[in-house]
């Protein structure tokens, strides 16, 4: 993924949301809302690393069921903007017209904490999330065991990794000799290490939309640099993603750590769950050819149980809530389409009658 001047145009303009501004992180903690087809708790604190609270909202359907499959969703935004309100409206629609509990989840950005975030960190976090979930999600009717990871551009990415790296689990973080993930969150009683002996980030099905798997390639194309406006459109000051004095071309090891195209396991050791790649056929950012290089590596790997859909006509970030006049977008015209494929694609998985 080349951060070059045009695409981080067009990204910089649709990922920053409806209100285009900078993510404000408060946290208003709202009683259920009650809608005709779901029911929605917003802004549940899952966990708060080095005191910042991480929130995600929950959409429960209506249809009577006693439990249902959970989506568990990460937004776009280049890692550097929005917040989980940009996916508002997929949310809304994936639980009005699918039968899925759907968590809608926050995430550290870089900028966070003063500026200070590494890109595993971020990682962590999207980790820990999937464990609240598995944790808690009882309590909205979602079943622990049937659980689905999607995102979309940098939210594709974390999407990914934690099919790719979930097992990759240690204690240490990244701080040790190699270099495995501490999630934020735990459950009680549990230690990093017995999360991963008992494989308990393993997920049911994945859905990746427009995803970025290449973040080595990118850093070395300028992800770090002025060049990126997102660190603009962020108001921060462009760094590492591991801090200042860590780069792609002296060490590349974390960047590759956190890149799922270098971190396919063989089918033979380890099989992956049913996974659906989408992307727009103008996508000038997260290209078509960028997805396919990917899912070759994965059929090179043995791995069979992959769909692809290519929306024709739509650029980068056709799943974002609200609408972009630049871009020519807006979730009435454009989601919809990709949302349906996405809900017939997890029906084939969890109802099957």
Same mark, same amino acid.
């Given at each position: 993924?080349?951060?070059?001047?045009?695409?981080?145009?067009?990204?910089?303009?649709?990922?920053?949301?409806p $209100?285009?501004?900078?993510?404000?992180?408060?946290?208003?903690?709202?009683?259920?809302?009650?809608?005709?087809?779901?029911?929605?708790?917003?802004?549940?604190?899952?966990?708060?690393?080095?005191?910042?609270?991480?929130t995600?909202?929950?959409?429960?359907?209506?249809?009577?069921?006693?439990?249902?499959?959970?989506?568990?969703?990460?937004?776009?935004?280049?890692?550097?903007?929005?917040?989980?309100?940009?996916?508002?409206?997929?949310?809304?629609?994936?639980?009005?017209?699918?039968?899925?509990?759907?968590?809608?989840?926050?995430?550290?950005?870089?900028?966070d904490?003063?500026?200070?975030?590494?890109?595993?960190?971020?990682?962590?976090?999207?980790f820990?999330?999937?464990?609240?979930?598995?944790?808690?999600?009882?309590?909205?009717?979602?079943?622990?065991?049937?659980?689905?990871?999607?995102?979309?551009?940098?939210?594709?990415?974390?999407?990914?990794?934690?099919? @790719?790296?979930?097992?990759?689990?240690?204690?240490?973080?990244?701080?040790?000799? @190699?270099?495995?993930?501490?999630?934020?969150?735990?459950?009680?009683?549990k230690?990093?290490?017995?999360? $991963?002996?008992?494989?308990?980030?393993?997920?049911?099905?994945?859905?990746?939309?427009?995803?970025?798997?290449d973040?080595?390639?990118s850093?070395?194309?300028?992800?770090?640099?002025?060049?990126?406006?997102?660190?603009?459109?962020?108001?921060?000051?462009?760094?590492?993603?591991?801090?200042?004095?860590?780069?792609? @071309?002296?060490?590349?090891?974390p960047?590759?750590?956190?890149?799922?195209?270098?971190?396919?396991?063989?089918?033979?050791?380890?099989?992956?769950?049913?996974?659906?790649?989408?992307?727009?056929?103008?996508?000038?950012?997260?290209?078509?050819?960028?997805?396919?290089?990917?899912?070759?590596k994965?059929?090179?790997?043995?791995h069979?149980?992959?769909?692809?859909?290519?929306?024709?006509?739509?650029?980068?970030?056709?799943?974002?809530?609200?609408?972009?006049?630049?871009?020519?977008?807006?979730?009435?015209?454009?989601?919809?389409?990709?949302l349906?494929?996405?809900?017939?694609?997890?029906? @084939?998985?969890?109802?099957?009658?």
């Amino acid at each position: 993924m080349k951060y070059v001047a045009t695409s981080l145009v067009l990204l910089s303009l649709s990922l920053t949301g409806p $209100a285009n501004s900078v993510p404000q992180r408060a946290v208003t903690i709202e009683q259920p809302v009650v809608k005709e087809r779901f029911t929605k708790v917003s802004d549940i604190v899952w966990a708060s690393p080095k005191g910042m609270n991480l929130t995600m909202d929950i959409y429960t359907p209506n249809t009577g069921k006693a439990s249902y499959p959970v989506i568990v969703m990460f937004h776009g935004g280049g890692w550097l903007i929005n917040t989980k309100s940009i996916m508002d409206e997929p949310a809304a629609y994936l639980a009005t017209n699918g039968e899925y509990v759907v968590c809608n989840v926050n995430y550290r950005l870089l900028p966070d904490q003063n500026n200070t975030v590494k890109m595993n960190e971020i990682v962590e976090d999207a980790f820990g999330a999937v464990l609240w979930v598995k944790d808690n999600i009882r309590n909205y009717k979602g079943n622990p065991g049937q659980i689905i990871v999607t995102g979309d551009s940098a939210g594709g990415h974390l999407a990914t990794m934690v099919v @790719t790296q979930g097992h990759n689990l240690e204690s240490d973080g990244f701080a040790g000799p @190699t270099l495995g993930y501490n999630p934020t969150y735990l459950p009680k009683g549990k230690t990093t290490e017995q999360v $991963a002996k008992e494989n308990g980030l393993a997920v049911q099905a994945a859905i990746i939309s427009y995803g970025a798997f290449d973040l080595y390639g990118s850093a070395l194309g300028g992800f770090e640099k002025p060049g990126n406006m997102f660190w603009g459109l962020a108001k921060a000051q462009p760094r590492g993603l591991f801090g200042d004095g860590i780069n792609p @071309t002296d060490n590349p090891a974390p960047y590759k750590q956190v890149s799922p195209l270098y971190n396919i396991p063989k089918a033979g050791e380890r099989k992956l769950p049913p996974m659906l790649f989408t992307v727009g056929s103008n996508d000038n950012l997260t290209t078509p050819a960028s997805i396919e290089t990917y899912i070759a590596k994965l059929k090179e790997a043995g791995h069979t149980n992959i769909a692809y859909w290519v929306y024709e006509g739509r650029p980068h970030a056709f799943l974002d809530s609200g609408s972009n006049p630049f871009l020519g977008t807006s979730f009435q015209k454009d989601a919809p389409a990709a949302l349906d494929k996405m809900i017939a694609f997890l029906d @084939t998985i969890f109802y099957r009658h």
